[in-house]
């Protein structure tokens, strides 16, 4: 069999490798294709389209939207859309200067609680690549304030954790049409943070096309859930590892193994 990662970030969000070394890391993994799905940005879809060239290797146009719905963040996957689409790129402009004043909220809710970060550490952290907490994780690392990056976010900077910040403009239903606009196909990531089944059913008023079902924290049980539900609310299944590189060194592209041959139904759903 053939399969795919449609779960892979980039340095160009908070990934540690380059849109051309998860070429070679695809390659050597023995995957067929991969998703790029950097938060917010679509600045590392070319360079791995274009290193990808001429292999045996389909990269797959993604992102991964950061939204929120009744004070929870939410994350939407576009696949197979049109990258260069300029109402699409317009809005990431302002999803990146919103980004970046998070970054500031949340150097302030650390000061708070007596944590003093300058926000320049992150920056310079992140480079040109859209920040997000990662670096901020990173940034506490590298300033001796925690240990390891997981300490960072259960302490300090997780969804329930004190200097944690929402703040993101998209709601749900904006960022499907978002995603829809630009010709791509809207499926909802790692459904296990909902811990509400029931908006999945929701989503779908919007638009919602398809569901995360295989990614590492489903147990097998939230596997078998999650199909079920797709298959009662007529959505694709999509899987992936969620891979960071070394920023989540426990997650190795393409541990999920997703069918090559359910790419294809996204595909097809496209058109």
Do not use: W
């Amino acid at each position: 069999m053939k399969f795919a990662d449609l779960h892979v970030h980039t340095s160009c969000s908070d990934g540690t490798f380059s849109p051309q070394e998860l070429v070679q890391e695809a390659l050597k993994r023995k995957l067929s294709a991969v998703a790029i799905v950097d938060h917010d940005t679509v600045e590392g879809i070319s360079g791995a389209i274009d290193a990808a060239a001429g292999l045996d290797l389909e990269v797959v146009p993604g992102i991964e939207l950061t939204a929120q719905h009744d004070h929870q963040e939410i994350h939407l996957l576009g696949y197979f859309f049109d990258y260069r689409n300029q109402a699409l790129l317009e809005k990431l402009k302002e999803v990146r200067a919103n980004r970046i004043q998070r970054v500031y909220r949340i150097v302030e809710n650390l000061k708070g609680l007596g944590v003093s970060l300058d926000p320049e550490t992150v920056f310079s952290i992140s480079g040109k690549a859209t920040v997000g907490r990662m670096h901020i994780a990173r940034a506490l690392v590298k300033e001796k304030i925690v240990g390891s990056l997981p300490e960072a976010f259960v302490k300090y900077i997780g969804d329930k954790s004190p200097a944690y910040v929402l703040g993101f403009r998209l709601s749900v239903a904006e960022a499907i049409r978002l995603i829809q606009g630009a010709g791509g196909v809207a499926v909802l990531a790692h459904p296990y943070l909902l811990r509400n089944d029931n908006l999945i059913a929701e989503f779908c008023g919007y638009g919602l096309e398809g569901i995360e079902v295989y990614y590492p924290e489903h147990s097998q049980s939230m596997v078998n859930f999650y199909l079920d539900l797709a298959k009662r609310l007529n959505l694709l299944v999509t899987g992936g590892t969620d891979f960071h590189g070394s920023a989540k060194p426990d997650l190795k592209l393409g541990m999920i193994k997703f069918p090559l041959e359910l790419v294809e139904k996204l595909r097809q759903a496209k058109k």
